[in-house]
C-alpha cells in the first residue's frame, strides 16, 4: 500500500512561482516513475510531467515545458513540481501519482498510474 500526500499549493500572482511536494510512504517509492497530473474544474485530468524513477529522465507536456520543473530525492520520498510564470489557466487541483509495475512508456495516461495523492489547489489570479 503506498500513500502519497501533496503539499505547497496556495494563490499567487500570473507570473509567480509555487513548488509542490509529494511525501510517499512506503520502502519501494523509489523503484517507479511518478507523475503530477491537474484537474480544472469541469475539465478531465490532465497530465503534466513525469519523471524516472532515477531522476534521469524527465517529460513534461507542452503547455508547462519550459516552465515547470519535475524532480525527486529518493532519499525523502518525495517528488516535486517547480512552477514557474504561472498563468491563470494553470489553476487547477494538482495530483501526484505513482506509476503501475512494470510502466515505463505512456506516463502521460492516468490509467498507467495506480496510487493517487489528495491533491493541493494551486489558484493563479490574473
Known sequence: QVQL?????GLV?????????????GRTFSNYPMGWFR?????EREY?????WDGGNTYYSN?????????RDNAKNTVYL???????????????????PNVWLLLSL???YDYWGQGTQVTVSS
Open 5 to 9: 500526500v501533496e503539499s505547497g499549493g
Open 110 to 112: 492516468a490509467s498507467s
Open 48 to 52: 503534466v510531467a513525469a519523471i524516472s
Open 13 to 25: 500572482q500570473a507570473g509567480g512561482s509555487l513548488r509542490l511536494s509529494c511525501a510517499a510512504s
Open 39 to 43: 484537474q480544472a474544474p469541469g475539465n
Open 82 to 100: 517547480q512552477m514557474n510564470s504561472l498563468k491563470p489557466e494553470d489553476t487547477a487541483i494538482y495530483y501526484c501519482a505513482k506509476s503501475k
Open 63 to 71: 503547455s508547462v515545458k519550459g516552465r515547470f520543473t519535475i524532480s
